[in-house]
């Protein structure tokens, strides 16, 4: 398991949307603007977590996206492998006696296993409390608000 840029952009939005979801879906224009991601780029990321089953769409008006699990059944090492594809190496240990075969490969197949450990036991759940997090929902908040004093909803015509 490697951390990419796409598995750390991919994380970043899914934190957005864990904090948000309970306000209904988020769309990717509100994650774009906040997180200052690409919505391009988040299309392709959130095409990849909707295939893995992380997130699911809703359409129509105040569609967007929401977690298709509890923020508590998903790891970060779920995220990860959902927009890298790489192959789970979560059951690869090797001792430190195969070390000394100066076998570099099996050193790297090492860390990655326990890389993979380490970040499937972390859930989504464990960030949202985290001082500075809060700030992702008032930067939503904000921008919600601004897009609305753009594109006010129409007036009632009834």
Not at 40 to 67: D, N
Not at 97 to 122: C, H, I, K, N, Q
């Amino acid at each position: 398991m490697k951390l990419s840029t796409k598995g750390r952009y991919a994380v970043t939005a899914m934190l957005d949307l864990a904090i948000n979801d309970r306000k209904g879906p988020v769309t990717l224009t509100g994650i774009s603007l906040t997180q200052s991601i690409s919505l391009s780029y988040l299309e392709q990321l959130f095409a990849k977590l909707r295939h893995s089953g992380l997130v699911e769409g809703v359409r129509g008006p105040g569609g967007g996206y929401r977690l298709a699990k509890r923020p508590e059944k998903i790891s970060i090492a779920d995220i990860i492998l959902a927009v890298d594809e790489q192959e789970d190496l979560g059951n690869q240990v090797v001792t430190s006696d195969e070390y000394v075969t100066g076998d570099v490969s099996r050193l790297w197949s090492e860390l990655s296993g326990r890389l993979f450990e380490f970040l499937d036991a972390m859930t989504l759940d464990q960030f949202i409390p985290q001082p500075g997090i809060k700030d992702l929902t008032s930067q939503q908040d904000d921008e919600a608000r601004r897009m609305n004093f753009m594109m006010p909803p129409p007036a009632d015509l009834s």
